[in-house]
Structure formats: structure tokens, C-alpha cells
């Protein structure tokens, strides 16, 4: 699936950043802007829109979670002509658009691109869902569980290896010290 004008990219910024203290989307990035502009930059290089869910678009159904997200960034895809959504969320601010554009190229229109960060276990929330996966997404929602990871566990899924120096996630002030000394690649 290289047509990135057929993908919808979306960076997922529902959470209520509690474990931080204050909204990750507008903590500084060492590239210029925030780390919400960083993500929509790297994810606007691939893509022909971008939309923030749980801000631009709100969850349908608020309190799900990551599922949520993805179910309404889906619907909207679905909606409007595209063939999957390409995820990321804004707190991983190592995360390029190169490596987002390795993904693209290797996506699989019937089934869930994922990254991988360390060839074995993948990261859901950096991923692409054709919207074809609809339906399953919902019924993720609907159950008690509502886990995209446990879903994936009982499903194929394509995965790509991306370098390691990526999954810098950023959820506590002191990961805000320890990521200051990843800055540039």
C-alpha cells in the first residue's frame, strides 16, 4: 500500500496526560514547535490529511481508550474515500517520518501494519488499519477488555522493524531528562 493518498494519517491525542502533569500535546520539542506539531509534521509527509483524534475528533464514545480513537479515526476514514489510517501518537518524539514511510511501504491492505521496535513484540499505537479491520475494531470496543494489543495477539499482522531510538515514549516529567539526551538522530 504505497498510495499515500488513500491513507489518512492520524496522531492519537485523547489521553488526559495525568501521569505527566500537564498536556503532553503542548510540552516543547527540541525541533521547534510541540510534540503534538512534531507528529502531525512527520505523519503530514506521508499522508494527504491529518487529523488529531481526541482533539479535531473526538472519540465518538469518550473513555475507551486508544480503541476509541481508532474506531472514530476509522469511521471517519471509511467516510471519506480513504483505505486505512496510519496511527502514531504524539508522545514518542524520536519517531521520524522515515521510519513512518517504512511502514507505508509495507503496509498490507487486508491486514494490520505494526511497528516493532525490537523484532518480537509490536507497538499498536503505531500502526496501519485498513478499514476493512472496522468492524473488528468495534467489537474491541464493545468488549469488556477493549485491548487492541490482545486482539492483535489472535490476529495476522504485518510487522516492521524500526530502530529502537524511535520508541522514546515520554509519560513522566523524568522522561522529559532522559529522552533530552536522545535529541537529534
Known amino acids: 500500500m504505497t498510495d499515500c493518498q ?5 496522531v492519537l491525542a485523547g489521553g488526559r496526560s495525568s501521569r505527566m502533569g500537564r498536556d ?4 516543547p520539542h527540541w525541533r521547534g514547535g510541540t510534540f503534538l506539531d512534531y507528529a502531525i509534521a512527520q505523519v503530514g509527509e506521508l499522508t494527504a490529511q491529518v487529523i488529531v483524534a481526541g482533539r479535531d475528533l473526538p472519540d465518538e464514545v469518550p473513555g475507551l481508550g486508544p480503541v476509541g480513537g481508532l474506531v472514530t479515526a476509522l ?3 471509511a467516510i471519506n474515500g480513504y483505505s486505512a489510517i496510519l496511527v502514531t501518537p504524539l508522545d514518542m518524539p524520536r519517531l521520524a517520518a522515515d521510519d513512518l514511510r517504512r511502514m507505508v511501504v509495507a503496509a498490507s491492505e487486508e491486514m494490520p501494519t505494526c511497528a516493532s521496535f525490537d523484532g518480537v513484540a509490536i507497538e499498536p499505537l503505531v500502526a496501519i ?6 468492524s473488528e ?3 474491541v470496543a464493545n468488549s469488556p477488555r477493549r485491548s487492541v494489543s490482545g486482539w492483535l495477539q489472535f490476529r495476522e499482522v ?9 520508541n522514546a515514549n515520554v509519560n513522566l516529567p523524568a522522561d522529559l531528562v532522559q529522552r533530552a539526551e536522545l535529541k537529534p538522530r
Open 6 to 10: 488513500r491513507i489518512l494519517g492520524v
Open 75 to 77: 469511521r471517519f476514514a
Open 129 to 134: 488499519y485498513p478499514v476493512a479491520l472496522l
Open 137 to 139: 475494531l468495534e467489537a
Open 24 to 27: 503532553k500535546a503542548l510540552l
Open 158 to 166: 504485518h510487522k516492521v522493524l524500526l530502530p529502537a531510538t524511535a
